[in-house]
């Protein structure tokens, strides 16, 4: 069986969750549905796009399109929902309509599906479920991080300060040019939003956004059920899914030094899916430990999205072999 | 006959060529040399790097390498020196000790080599030379540009002002954070790069250095031989070899858009090998012409880095064919 997947928005999200399904021999791209052809259409379906030929189809009319959403619509099994934060409200009845399957992203309200998700932390219950909203890219890696310290030490309590980049590489509207904003709401929405997935963890957040675009930098300190060592730590890290380490020491000194990685291992768009540590600033004190990750904003979130279509669906019961089918097609590896 | 290639110098544009000399059947990359192992040769040499498994020489001894610079001078037919600028001339004596032919940078002094290359404008003059200097990122888009004009109308006169990206996207040492730097030196040293190419062009440059790292942006007016439509310039350029046509209407507004096209269509590291000229900013009055054009200042000299290895070799005397198979190995087309 091949499951149909249709991704409707084709902004950050949406074209990288298209070009991944292209990837998977247990999916189908039925096509991309959008409310204009804008420069990511004409980039990645023209003549030299890797989605060259692929159908798409229109949210709002217009000329140049192979149909409307609800041509095909009928004809899927899964959409990606890949709309701005707010607008997927909106599309949701459409979804129902047709009884499709639907992944949502971390922009939209927990309600609006059953079940948020991480691959890693709740595969299993998205089975068989109608919807499924992938939490946010901040909130993926702090997800990822804190389940593996949880699942080997037991967690106690995380304290989480996030230095946000502003807006995505090819934003060239929005700003700050050089002011560091503070979100004055604290804490942040982000431990809240750990806790739609991993309700127990005792966590707070807060948030400064500052002038760059590349990604987001995590500094943590949590609280173990244990004492432990900052080896014990680091082997727990290493051994977790979609985290990589990397040491400053060896060089990789900044967010700019890690992306720089990705383009030099020739990872298509340099994308980082993984969350990536720094070795170096990982350091256990008794029970307390201290680590500082950083999150690519823009691809963090694609392997969950592709593992959520495989959840949903039913096509692949087991999380172990559906993370590991879409950790081979997309080359994310634990060690560097 | 295959060329055997050696590479000096691993940084941004070293690795590069590394890379793309491995993708020609025509040569054969007998390993890199560097003064150190740092993170570039990590990513790029490790488990999951492009280069994995490649040799690598050291230039100021050290523990890790597989030998030293000059155990495989001896054995290569070119080496491309991708050092720093000012620091190829302490390696000029050596490559003329072992008889190798030298491709440097534009970094270095014009005085360094026979003769400055550009594939488009002097390919032949370089066959059989002792060495070549392929001339600097800024100078290659003027060069390209230019001589697109020149060939089809005349060209008598140019005045260009550079607006220039700070410093590569990984050197997160270097500023401005924010600040606009003049070069005060004016005219900049822009101009005579491009006379040592193209000595004929009544040329003129300026340059400001502003807090980005995507991209140079060049704003050029200049007079050609006789009066010309916008739509003949246009044709110029598109007709040109390495030259991209993007328009701001169709949503490629900025250098950050155009990047981003780069990697929608999964060029490796997000390359712009083309001089990107937006062609809403192309005009002709009369024998007045204006555009603007954005040059990757990591990525530009790539393909001349190649051509130039094949001329001085003598592997291929056509400067067509040779920038045919280039062109076609590194993914380069006119249009997207």
Same mark, same amino acid.
């Given at each position: 069986?091949?499951?149909?997947?249709?991704?409707?928005?084709?902004?950050?999200?949406?074209?990288?969750?298209?070009?991944?399904?292209?990837?998977?021999?247990?999916?189908?791209?039925?096509?991309?549905?959008?409310?204009?052809?804008?420069?990511?259409?004409? $980039?990645?379906?023209?003549?030299?796009?890797?989605?060259?030929?692929?159908? @798409?189809?229109?949210?709002?009319?217009?000329?140049?399109?192979?149909?409307?959403?609800?041509?095909?619509?009928?004809?899927?099994?899964?959409?990606? /929902?890949?709309?701005?934060?707010?607008?997927? #409200?909106?599309?949701?009845?459409?979804? #129902?309509?047709?009884?499709?399957?639907?992944?949502?992203?971390?922009?939209?309200?927990?309600? &609006?599906?059953?079940? $948020?998700?991480?691959?890693?932390?709740?595969?299993?219950?998205?089975?068989?479920?109608?919807?499924?909203?992938?939490?946010?890219?901040?909130?993926?890696?702090?997800?990822?991080?804190?389940?593996?310290?949880?699942?080997?030490?037991?967690?106690? #309590?995380?304290?989480?300060?996030?230095? *946000?980049? !502003?807006?995505?590489?090819?934003?060239?509207?929005?700003?700050?040019?050089?002011?560091?904003?503070?979100?004055?709401?604290?804490? =942040?929405?982000?431990?809240? %939003?750990?806790?739609?997935?991993?309700?127990? +963890?005792?966590? =707070?957040?807060?948030?400064?956004?500052?002038?760059?675009?590349?990604?987001?930098?995590?500094?943590?300190?949590?609280?173990?059920?244990? %004492?432990?060592?900052?080896?014990?730590?680091? #082997?727990?890290?290493?051994? !977790?899914?979609?985290?990589?380490?990397?040491?400053?020491?060896?060089?990789?000194?900044?967010?700019?030094?890690?992306?720089?990685?990705?383009?030099? &291992?020739?990872?298509?768009?340099? /994308?980082?899916?993984?969350?990536?540590?720094?070795?170096?600033?990982?350091?256990?004190?008794?029970?307390?430990?201290?680590?500082?990750?950083?999150?690519? $904003?823009?691809?963090?979130?694609?392997? /969950?999205?592709?593992?959520?279509? *495989?959840?949903?669906?039913?096509?692949?019961?087991?999380?172990?072999? $559906? @993370? !590991?089918?879409?950790?081979?097609?997309?080359? +994310?590896?634990?060690?560097?």
């Amino acid at each position: 069986m091949v499951v149909k997947v249709l991704v409707n928005g084709f902004g950050t999200i949406g074209k990288r969750v298209a070009w991944a399904v292209t990837l998977q021999d247990d999916m189908e791209l039925l096509g991309i549905a959008n409310r204009s052809l804008n420069s990511n259409v004409k $980039s990645m379906m023209g003549a030299n796009g890797p989605l060259k030929g692929m159908k @798409i189809f229109s949210t709002a009319g217009g000329a140049g399109f192979d149909g409307t959403l609800e041509d095909v619509l009928s004809k899927a099994d899964v959409v990606v /929902d890949g709309m701005p934060s707010g607008i997927e #409200e909106k599309f949701k009845p459409l979804y #129902e309509k047709y009884g499709v399957k639907a992944v949502y992203q971390g922009g939209a309200d927990e309600n &609006i599906a059953p079940l $948020s998700f991480n691959a890693d932390a709740n595969y299993a219950k998205a089975l068989g479920q109608k919807a499924a909203r992938v939490v946010s890219c901040n909130t993926t890696s702090l997800i990822r991080t804190i389940h593996a310290l949880d699942k080997t030490f037991g967690v106690d #309590e995380i304290f989480a300060s996030l230095v *946000r980049r !502003a807006v995505d590489p090819a934003d060239d509207k929005k700003g700050p040019v050089n002011a560091a904003v503070p979100e004055t709401e604290v804490p =942040s929405h982000h431990g809240p %939003d750990v806790n739609t997935v991993l309700p127990h +963890i005792n966590i =707070s957040t807060v948030a400064v956004k500052v002038p760059t675009t590349l990604a987001h930098l995590h500094a943590v300190v949590g609280k173990v059920k244990r %004492d432990v060592t900052t080896e014990q730590v680091v #082997e727990a890290f290493r051994k !977790a899914n979609r985290i990589a380490l990397f040491a400053a020491k060896d060089g990789y000194t900044s967010t700019a030094a890690l992306m720089e990685h990705y383009r030099d &291992i020739n990872r298509p768009r340099g /994308d980082m899916y993984e969350a990536a540590i720094w070795s170096d600033s990982v350091k256990a004190e008794g029970r307390k430990v201290y680590w500082m990750h950083a999150v690519h $904003s823009e691809a963090i979130v694609i392997p /969950d999205n592709i593992d959520a279509i *495989r959840a949903l669906s039913g096509i692949e019961k087991d999380a172990t072999k $559906s @993370i !590991a089918k879409t950790n081979k097609t997309l080359g +994310i590896v634990n060690d560097f």
